[in-house]
């Protein structure tokens, strides 16, 4: 199945898919980063909400309803409550600290190892959409954007 009906099909009826791929399509990196932590980050709130409560994690979904919690907490309450396989962690987690990278140097740019960086920490199921699309011949943003669409398919699938 081709890359774009596959992601299509993974979030439906969660996402305005045609905002999602103009966003993915940005041309500038920070835009990219951040909207694909933006997506990500809603999609593990969605799924936190939709998990039911459970007394191993009762407190923390309880105190993830307000907005200061930091996204790795987020990311392991999700893995707490079984929304999220403990091995996809590393994934989410190594978006999280590109955004990080981004979101605070006016001046970053994106590099080869940002972008390396950020798909050795994939689990293999967030490498199941870039394995089938990014080619190494691309720029490095362009394996991002696959990357980012890896780990929002498998956000909002989880």
């Not at 600290?97 to 972008?115: C, G, P, W, Y």
């Not at 960086?117 to 990014?134: G, N």
Request: glycine share 6%; charged share 30%.
């Amino acid at each position: 199945m081709p890359v774009k009906k596959q992601l299509k099909k993974l979030v439906k009826g969660a996402l305005p898919f045609p905002t999602l791929m103009e966003h993915l399509n940005a041309g500038d990196p920070l835009a990219l980063v951040l909207r694909g932590h933006l997506y990500v980050e809603a999609a593990l709130i969605k799924q936190i909400e939709s998990a039911p409560l459970n007394k191993k994690a009762l407190v923390n979904k309880k105190t993830l309803k307000g907005a200061k919690h930091n996204f790795p907490d987020k990311v392991k309450v999700a893995v707490e409550l079984g929304k999220v396989d403990p091995p996809d962690d590393t994934g989410f987690i190594a978006l999280n600290d590109l955004r990080n990278d981004f979101a605070h140097d006016v001046n970053r740019k994106l590099t080869e190892q940002n972008e390396s960086k950020l798909y050795d920490a994939l689990s293999p199921s967030q490498r199941e959409i870039p394995d089938v699309a990014r080619k190494l011949e691309m720029t490095p943003l362009g394996r991002l954007r696959f990357d980012i669409m890896g780990l929002i398919a498998n956000a909002y699938h989880a």
